[in-house]
Structures are given as structure tokens and as C-alpha cells.
Nanobody
Framework: QVQLVESGGGLVQAGGSLRLSCVAS????????MAWYRQAPGKQREWVADITTGGSTKYRYSVKGRFTISRDNTKNTVYLQMNSLKPEDTAVYYCNANVDLGPARIQSWGQGTQVTVSS
């Protein structure tokens, strides 16, 4: 019913930048909060940042000042601009959205995009 597709991951040197995108499609009435999570090898998935429909944002302490989350409600898209990347940012990054389908509201996840930061 809802599909989230991430893009923009890749390999970058420490100190570099990447911009992730996530587009939502399907039988969507509206999208509420959107978020980015990440999962490093051997670790649990962790929250990175989120943004409300109105644009209020919150960040994980370790990425504050380096990452910026934004969204385009007209395109059902959320972005994550990642600057000053560090090797410890290496992970699969997942998009998450709270989606209103009309008769129901669901949490939807993307398939993930790999971000690798070399030292």
C-alpha cells in the first residue's frame, strides 16, 4: 500500500558529504512525522533524526550540527544532508514515515541505503 524508496548512499571519505533522499508512494492521504534511522553492522537500529509535517526537527546528539533533515510535502519526500561525515556514521540508513491511509495509519519503512565512510 505504501512504498518508501531511499537513494543517495555511497562511499565517501571522512569529512565528506552525502545527501540521502526518501520518496513515499502509494495510497497516501497524508504523511505525518518522517524520520531517518541507521543500523551499523552488529548493532541495533538507532534513531538519527525526525521531522514533523510543520518542519520541527530533532537530532541524535552525535549528528547534531552535522546532519540536516528536511522534507518536501508536495513530493512526499524527506532528505538527510550529511556533512563532516565520520567513519562511525557508516551504516545502512533507513527512512521511516507515519502514513495516513484514510481508514488506517501505519508506520512504513524503506529498504535502506548503505553509507560507508572511510578514514
Amino acid at each position: 500500500q505504501v512504498q518508501l524508496v531511499e537513494s543517495g548512499g555511497g562511499l565517501v571519505q571522512a569529512g565528506g558529504s552525502l545527501r540521502l533522499s526518501c520518496v513515499a508512494s502509494g495510497n497516501i492521504v497524508s504523511i505525518n512525522a518522517m524520520a531517518w534511522y541507521r543500523q551499523a553492522p552488529g548493532k541495533q537500529r538507532e534513531w538519527v533524526a525526525d521531522i514533523t509535517t510543520g518542519g520541527s526537527t530533532k537530532y541524535r546528539y552525535s549528528v547534531k550540527g552535522r546532519f540536516t533533515i528536511s522534507r518536501d510535502n508536495t513530493k512526499n519526500t524527506v532528505y538527510l544532508q550529511m556533512n563532516s561525515l565520520k567513519p562511525e556514521d557508516t551504516a545502512v540508513y533507513y527512512c521511516n514515515a507515519n502514513v495516513d491511509l484514510g481508514p488506517a495509519r501505519i508506520q512504513s519503512w524503506g529498504q535502506g541505503t548503505q553509507v560507508t565512510v572511510s578514514s
